[in-house]
Nanobody, 115 residues
Framework: QVQLVESGGGLVQAGGSLRLSCAASGSVGSINPMGWYRQPPGKQRELVAVITSGGGTNYADSVKGRFTISRDNAKNTVYLQMDSLKPEDIAVYYC?????????WGQGTQVTVSS
């Protein structure tokens, strides 16, 4: 089992920044990739960004150039730096890690952007 603990969500004005963190614990060997998804109000969960253990990244088009994903393999932690936030970024953000064929999810953290 892998446990994920997220932190860093909150309320920010449009144009502002937030940094999300997600620490993995438990059976963390070979977890790959690590990533972030989000679920806007009334919509389906969608990919935001993922990063492999080797540092390869993939971003949703809507966040390219504004969000940066990174990870600290020694700490089993993944980060999401969110800059130039827009009201359309409002969502519950979920950390996700994959271990073999299993997906693990964090509890979610709310990000709210005021216009």
């Amino acid at each position: 089992q892998v446990q994920l603990v997220e932190s860093g969500g909150g309320l920010v004005q449009a144009g502002g920044s937030l940094r999300l963190s997600c620490a993995a614990s438990g059976s963390v060997g070979s977890i790959n990739p690590m990533g972030w998804y989000r679920q806007p109000p009334g919509k389906q969960r969608e990919l935001v960004a993922v990063i492999t253990s080797g540092g390869g990244t993939n971003y949703a088009d809507s966040v390219k150039g504004r969000f940066t994903i990174s990870r600290d393999n020694a700490k089993n932690t993944v980060y999401l730096q969110m800059d130039s936030l827009k009201p359309e970024d409002i969502a519950v953000y979920y950390c996700n890690v994959r271990k073999s064929w299993l997906n693990y999810w964090g509890q979610g953290t709310q990000v709210t952007v005021s216009s």
